[in-house]
């Protein structure tokens, strides 16, 4: 029975490795679900790409849902993601504001000179301290603030055609159907 312990083993280190194949085939990797969904965006104060000597707070923003789209010039996936904001962002419904997170602000200038700019404004976030209490993992990531501060929406990884018309647009008109 003691030389059947190492075959025993083996075939429960493969079993969980079968489990562990199935569950990433049956589960989207990007919903990850967040603690912070219906909860209010935490207060920040971050100084705007083009005017570094004026900033954006969390209560400015108060009384109009936003959708803050979280990009960094060094991001691969923000360059995927960025054709689609440039030909659909400024008809989603809301404002859209760019969060340039742990960038360099002339890396970020030439990114956005180069490509387009579809932001209404960019904060930037240079040392990652409030992306911390986004929660953010990395970008691309946006989250749709509705008028009152709360986050109603969050999307991890980048924004398509398909995501905005199937997630987005539907959460945006949501909103406008809470507003009296």
């Given at each position: 029975m003691s030389r059947m312990i190492p075959f025993f083993g083996f075939l429960l280190l493969v079993a969980l490795f079968g489990f562990g194949i199935w569950?990433?085939?049956?589960?989207?990797?990007?919903?990850?679900?967040?603690p912070l969904i219906n909860k209010p965006a935490p207060a920040f104060v971050l100084p705007r790409l083009d005017d570094p000597s004026q900033t954006v707070s969390r209560d400015a923003l108060l009384g109009k849902p936003y959708l803050i789209n979280v990009f960094a010039s060094w991001c691969i996936?923000?360059?995927e993601e960025h054709p689609v904001l440039m030909a659909q962002g400024k008809s989603i419904g809301v404002p859209v504001i760019g969060y340039n997170y742990k960038d360099d602000e002339g890396d970020a200038k030439g990114w956005l000179a180069k490509h387009g700019d579809p932001y209404d404004m960019v904060i930037v976030d240079r040392e990652g301290r409030t992306a911390i209490d986004f929660g953010v993992y990395g970008a691309p990531e946006s989250f749709l603030v509705d008028g009152k501060g709360i986050i109603r929406y969050k999307r991890i990884g980048p924004l398509t055609p398909e995501v905005i018309e199937k997630e987005l647009k539907p959460a945006i008109a949501a909103l406008a159907k809470e507003s009296p």
């Open positions: 569950w990433n085939t049956q589960h989207d990797q990007r919903e990850v679900p967040s996936a923000c360059g």
